[in-house]
């Protein structure tokens, strides 16, 4: 089950700030920036005023370093080298490459657990092979996540008289999705996968709503508003994720 968020944004002086609230047992109260946006978690008795305040305290430091990550968006990404320790993005967290020695003869297999993405190869230096591994694996996670995404967001949409929609996954440079209201086709982009899961409901549900209303018209945003409230918190978020290619 996906954890629930708050997302709160703060003024201060120096401009707004919005953040990711996530509630549990925690002693203190917790806050880290990184290259997906500004998280805090407090636990469920602290008053969200009391967060915010913490947020802004820190205002300065989490916009220079918002700043560094968005610069760090424009330029290209390093190719993968598939070796031990290098990170890979999926949905908001990042996992490590480990690549293991298989016996002679056995299959190549892949497998996450936890925070590592476990490759087990004949030869750990064949790059081919480990590249086709990873790339295999971000294949199935793309098809699984977004269908299963949409087919749990569809109901929102369903009573408004849209069809059940076609999934479809492929790379695109300058659009997390679009949406084909003739067809009743929805096409993600690949690299959505390395977004956090929210972040990928709200491209869906922005997606389904184009089943209703082709156009980005003032009915179209009144729609999505209804069932995304946030979804401007959720769009800056998606915007600053850092470049990501395989």
């Known amino acids: 089950m996906a954890r629930e968020f708050e997302l709160r944004t703060v003024a201060f002086k120096s401009g707004e700030i919005s953040y990711r609230l996530e509630r549990k047992r925690v002693k203190n109260l917790n806050l880290r920036v990184n290259p997906n946006g500004v998280f805090a978690s407090a636990s469920p008795e602290v008053d969200g005023a009391e967060v915010d305040g913490l947020v802004a305290s820190k205002g300065d430091y989490i916009l220079a370093a918002l700043q560094e990550f968005e610069s760090y968006t424009r330029r290209t990404p390093s190719p ?6 290098e990170s890979f993005p999926i949905l908001g967290r990042y996992v490590r490459l480990r690549v293991l020695q298989g016996a002679p003869k056995s299959p190549s297999t892949i497998v996450c657990v936890g925070t590592f993405l476990t490759a087990t190869v004949g030869d750990p230096d064949d790059y081919r092979t480990k590249r086709r591994l990873v790339t295999d694996f971000y294949e199935r996670l793309c098809r699984e996540t977004f269908n299963e995404i949409v087919a749990e967001k569809y109901p929102l949409v369903r009573k408004y008289g849209a069809p059940p929609p076609t999934v479809r996954i492929r790379e695109m440079e300058t659009r997390w999705g679009s949406c084909s209201a003739k067809t009743g086709v929805i096409t993600f982009n690949k690299r ?18 184009h089943l209703i209303y082709p156009n980005h018209t003032k009915e179209f945003y009144a729609l999505l508003t209804t069932f995304v409230p946030d979804w401007k918190e959720r769009k800056k978020i998606l915007n600053k994720l850092p470049p990501f290619r395989l």
Do not use: D, Q, T
């Open 80 to 85: 993968k080298s598939y070796v031990s320790g």
């Open 192 to 209: 959505l996968i390395a977004a956090p899961r929210f972040c990928v409901e709200y491209v869906a549900i922005h997606e389904l709503c």
